[in-house]
């Protein structure tokens, strides 16, 4: 009868299957045969099944796959361009085969090879290339009969029965969700539209701005000052305040420069000119500028739409218009 055998720890059998029944002549105690560093010192039973074994993945990455038979050039794969890419030499370009050495010979066959490879190597490729559309094509026709029919396939009975109840009205059906999406379009189509058109009101209202102002240009283009003659005697007579006797003689007189204590002679009288401010502030189109501007309140400026940005930007046209027309001397 054989004896039975205890089991052993996997330590112990490595242990007792390295001991030797040899003595050491040291009188220091014998050093472990698993000590405490190594992985087997903590005996971990290990799975009948193997380890997937590890494969080390390469340093670096491929380059992208060149494209063959791109989409412009269609005429790759047929029987014009292989000539045309294999060519062979013109005739009056050819050497004898007598007249060839024996290197000679082997380029030139060398040629022919490098050419029939060349054109087998393309039909083949384009006849893989078209095999793997043909199966992806067939894969993608597939997936989609299997999704159809998994969205159009009945509810399970045991699923329909163990739902939790839900109104129908919180329950969306397709044709819900389509209706929702015509109206979603509907009103996205009515808002371009309605864009459409104000950028059309918005470009005729500006060019029917700049037909007027055209208009007003050249009618008041006949009082514009071109030449120095005109300038100097208009510069003399709104200007000249000379005191002396004779030259107030033959200054002409004006009815708009003339008071109670002046019979006209300049402008001057009236006393000095609005300023660009006192124009532009002159709302409701008086005279005088500077005391329209004190009576008018933030609520009839406000209701007029003279106020932030709109009001800032209104008072520089005005204020660049202003300045035009004292440069031109002319109405704009």
């Known amino acids: ?34 000590p405490p560093e ?52 013109l005739e009056k370009n050819r050497i004898p085969e007598e007249k060839l050495t024996k290197l000679g010979k082997h380029k030139v066959k060398m040629a022919e090879v490098r050419k029939e490879q060349l054109r087998e190597g393309l039909i083949g490729l384009h006849a893989r290339k078209q095999a793997e559309l043909k199966a992806m094509e067939r894969r ?11 969205i159009a396939q009945a509810e399970r009975e045991d699923a329909r029965l163990t739902n939790v109840s839900v109104p129908s009205a919180l329950n969306p059906s397709p044709t819900t969700s389509l209706d929702a999406l015509r109206a979603e379009v509907e009103t996205a189509k009515q808002i371009h539209a309605q864009k459409v058109a104000n950028y059309h009101n918005f ?3 500006k060019h029917e701005n700049k037909m007027d102002a055209l208009h007003t240009l050249y009618m008041n283009a006949r009082k514009f000052i071109t030449t120095e003659k005109q300038l100097t005697q208009l510069i003399h007579e709104q200007f000249d305040t000379d005191s002396d006797a004779d030259r107030l ?7 708009d420069f003339k008071t109670t204590t002046s019979k006209g002679d300049s402008m001057w009288n009236l006393g000095a000119p609005d ?4 124009m532009i502030a002159d709302a409701s189109g008086s005279h005088r500028g500077r005391d329209m501007f004190a009576t008018v309140s933030t609520t009839d400026r406000f209701k007029k ?14 204020r660049f218009k202003k300045i035009a027309e004292k440069l031109s001397g002319g109405k704009i």
């Not at 050491?24 to 472990?32: D, E, G, K, N």
């Not at 026709?141 to 998994?150: D, G």
């Not at 003689?249 to 009815?255: G, I």
């Not at 739409?305 to 005005?318: P, S, V």
């Open 1 to 34: 009868m054989e004896p039975i055998k205890s089991s052993i720890c996997r330590s112990c059998r490595l242990r007792l299957s390295s001991q030797t029944k040899a003595r050491s002549f040291s009188t220091s105690s014998v050093r472990h045969v698993v």
């Open 275 to 278: 300023s660009i401010k006192d």
């Open 249 to 255: 003689s033959h200054r002409v007189m004006h009815a």
């Open 305 to 318: 739409g003279q106020t932030g940005e709109k009001a800032r930007f209104a008072r520089d046209q005005e």
């Open 140 to 150: 993608s026709q597939a997936k989609q009969l299997e999704r159809n029919a998994l």
């Open 203 to 205: 470009t005729a209202a």
């Open 38 to 89: 190594s992985p087997y010192y903590v005996d971990i039973p290990t799975s009948y099944q193997p380890y997937l074994p590890w494969k080390p993945q390469p340093k670096g990455t491929l380059p992208v796959p060149r494209e063959l038979f791109p989409a412009s050039r269609p005429d790759k794969p047929s029987k014009e361009y292989l000539e045309n890419v294999t060519q062979d030499k």
